[in-house]
């Protein structure tokens, strides 16, 4: 088994939509193609690849460095010892001369071949991604279907509270329970009530509205908030100070009693050992969401799922940022406690096969082959455009 060719491009998620600290009106994301030598029904396998949304595009990495790596090393230096594509053994070649520390954008490059790396290898094996990760991961009983949480509420010029409503009731109508939305883009009495306002229509169940702050508070702010909030009871409260600030977050989990939810700007394992080491975060009640799409991909989510569980975590308050169908495979094969969703936005990497159906806040994986962008016509039309 040999990669005989990679296409990279560069493709925008554009979006109108705003949060505390960017617009997205120039969000890019980088995409790749892998195409094997292995033939089924007289085509190539090609394993798909793209970053999470939120980071930049990272084509000048990918190009100059990740890639000519990836393609210069000898085909059998990829396999295992069974001689399969090893994605974790692709890793080291991948991360070869780059020195330890200074996670930025290289881990998004490594994490957008590492995705292309696992759907071409369950490709090869004829298996959707899932359950090739719990083959040879997992316990080989990956769950059936995968709690997901509608992320929206974000703001917008001439946004009212009533717009808000109907977006959330848009929601529950797509067959959501839990929802989230922005808070921090405005003073703290207006979030309270554009907060209520959607308690309203999660029928005054404040446990099934999520909050996010996307990292603007300072401290007074962080803990004048988590006194406003703690009445809600509510899913969580999320990336509340900077995602480096642990300091920050030790000390709201101190006075916050609900459940805080951090770590989607956290792009290795040793920064989320940092988090867990430092930052306060409580294995009883609080959400990690590190997204493996942006943070060296699977190979290293793994070592942080590792890494958790070495101090007492569970793998089920894992709940990946990104909305995308690589960390749905991942949350069902290694028992996540679920996926974000961001239904119709940051199209067209986001969101799932086109037919998934979301049903009681659950959804379950198609049965194509790898990952199974191919079920997604609009973005599959893009990826195959790539190499053919
Ligand atoms: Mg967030």
Redesign the pocket.
Known sequence: MKIVSAHEGVIPISSSMSNAFIDFSSMDCSILALVSDVVVDGKPLVGYGFNSNGRYSAGDILRRRILPRLMDAPADSLLDETGELSPSVAWDVMMRNEKPGGHGERSVAVGVVDMALHDLAAKIAGIPLYRWISDHYGDGEPDESVFVYAAGGYYAPGKTHRNLQDEMKGFLDAGYNVVKMKIGGADLAEDLRRIEAVIEVLDGDGSRLAV?V?GRFDLDTALEYGRGLDPYGLFWF??VGDPLDYGLNATLSEHYRNPIATG?NLFSLQDARNLIRYAGMRPDRDYI?VDPALSYGLVEYRRILDMLAQHGWSSRRCIP?GGHQFSLHIAASLKLGGNESYPGEFQPTGGFADDAVVENSRVALGDKPGIGLEAKANFYEVLRDLHT
Request: no cysteine; aromatic share 0%; proline share 0%.
């Open positions: 996010d996307n999320e990336e989607e969401q940022h």
